[in-house]
């Protein structure tokens, strides 16, 4: 069972950054398709950033369209950490988000197989 927590989270004000982590314990993580997925109240749990398995950069990256430009996944195998590098913040971006991780390339949720706990992001204005 691949455990996944995720830490880095908290307030910022709109325009800030945060990077936000997610460690794995004893499996390595780069056999594992990888992503971050968030949850605003009231909404559906939508995928933000994807990245593909292996050990050979660079990897393929996928983003949905609300934070091309201004978030960046990536991930070092030799932490076993997965990151998500959030610049010029919105609003908008204040979810509970996710790390998730999976046996095949994360087309949408139904891919997972594991989840973190979470950790908040709050972006005032």
């Known amino acids: 069972q691949v455990q996944l927590v995720e830490s880095g989270g908290g307030s910022v004000q709109a325009g800030g950054s945060l990077r936000l982590s997610c460690a794995a314990s004893?499996?390595?993580?780069?056999?594992?398709?990888m992503g971050w997925f968030r949850q605003a109240p009231g909404k559906e749990r939508e995928e933000v950033a994807k990245i593909a398995a292996g050990s050979t950069r660079p990897y393929y990256t996928d983003y949905t369209d609300s934070v091309k430009g201004r978030f960046t996944i990536s991930r070092d195998n030799a932490k076993n950490t997965l990151y998500l590098q959030m610049n010029n913040v919105k609003p908008e971006d204040t979810a509970m988000y996710y790390c998730?991780?999976?046996?095949?390339?994360?087309?949408?949720?139904?891919?997972?197989?594991?989840w973190g706990q979470g950790t908040q992001v709050t972006v005032s204005s």
């Open positions: 998730a991780a999976g046996e095949r390339w994360l087309y949408s949720q139904h891919d997972v197989d594991y």
């Open positions: 004893r499996y390595s993580l780069s056999n594992y398709f």
